[in-house]
Nanobody
């Protein structure tokens, strides 16, 4: 069983930055998929970014809305994934949730939250002046 604990959300002004963390415990992933989804009020959950890895090989993927502004990274020693969010817009306001699977999902499956076996509790990000 894998537990995911997120941290790092909060209130930030437009143009500001935040870094989210997602620490996984209960299992060590030699390969897998971890990433972030978000859900704004009244909207469906959407894919944000994900890292897939197998051994030392890593692949990073981003939603078009965040490319060039957000960076996902993984510290394998800490079993933690980070989401560095820069140049934040008010439309980035949402609950951000970490998702993980102990398999390296194929590319066509990474955007669907239903393909991830484990979820964190979510952390609120509010971008407002």
């Amino acid at each position: 069983q894998v537990q995911l604990v997120e941290s790092g959300g909060g209130l930030v002004q437009p143009g500001g930055s935040l870094r989210l963390s997602c620490a996984a415990s209960g299992s060590t992933f030699s390969s897998g998929t971890m990433g972030w989804f978000r859900q704004a009020p009244g909207k469906q959950r959407e894919f944000v970014a994900v890292v897939r890895w197998s051994g030392g090989d890593k692949n990073y993927h981003y939603a078009d809305a965040v490319k060039g502004r957000f960076t996902i990274s993984r510290d394998s020693a800490k079993n933690t994934v980070y989401l560095q969010m820069n140049s934040l817009y008010p439309e980035d306001t949402a609950v951000y949730s970490c998702a993980a699977d102990t398999s390296r999902l194929i590319l066509s499956r990474i955007g669907n939250g239903g393909n991830y076996a484990y979820w964190g509790q979510g952390t609120q990000v509010t971008v407002s002046s």
